[in-house]
């Protein structure tokens, strides 16, 4: 009996999953957890959310876009998932769903380089009013929408970020470095205004 109850014991303990495991996208590269949560929360999701999304072989620079689409198109990130999996375009969702090239477009002081110089040529050769008849490629979709999320969710203008894409491979990378410049900044704020908070009791004392 006493054996019995053992090997019940011990198969319960297999069918029960692992902490380790379920951490796994967030453990296994800083980088990539940190881009996650930013995605999550910029996207108003829940990270298991954007976890999901990834486990259906959605590359890590494409998250954004199915958000951004779902969000347009009121629709769940599944649904943007399946049509993906079944091999459209991010374009030709996009038209489905009736969004145009104009929803997609984020204003710039300047014109960038590559990755991101073919995205934007398309609004530059074109008059507003002619909008409507470009056609965007999976990779401008794909810059398009990742720029506009790190400027809008780290508060920077969009040429910050082809300043830091120039020296970083992807978008999950910017990110983190972008992430770490921004709490830099703000740490050193923070120890700027303790500074001030010191001079200004020491000028009471003196009084």
Not at 28 to 48: C, K, L, S, T
Not at 139 to 168: C, Q, T
Request: aromatic fraction near 10%; charge should be neutral.
């Amino acid at each position: 009996m006493r054996q019995a109850v053992c090997s019940l014991i011990a198969l319960g303990a297999l069918s029960i999953p692992g902490r380790a495991d379920a951490q796994t996208p967030f453990s296994v590269d800083a980088r990539v957890g940190n881009f996650h949560v930013a995605v999550a929360n910029y996207y108003h999701v829940p990270e298991r959310e954007v976890v999901v999304i990834r486990e259906r072989r959605i590359r890590e620079e494409e998250l954004p876009v199915v958000l951004f689409i779902a969000q347009h198109a009121r629709v769940m990130p599944a649904t943007i998932v399946d049509m993906r999996m079944r091999g459209l375009s991010w374009w030709d969702i996009s038209v489905r769903y009736g969004i145009g090239p104009e929803v997609y477009y984020v204003p710039v002081a300047v014109t960038p380089g590559p990755p991101y110089g073919k995205a934007w040529g398309h609004y530059k050769k074109k008059p507003r009013k002619q909008w409507k008849t470009i056609v965007l490629a999976d990779d401008d979709v794909v810059n398009l929408v990742h720029v506009r999320f790190i400027s809008d969710y780290y508060r920077i203008p969009p040429e910050r970020v082809f300043e830091v894409r120039g020296h970083h491979p992807d978008i999950v990378a910017v990110n983190y470095e972008v992430s770490r410049s921004q709490s830099r900044h703000h740490d050193d704020d923070d120890d700027q205004g303790e500074d001030h908070g010191n001079h200004g009791k020491g000028k009471n004392g003196h009084k």
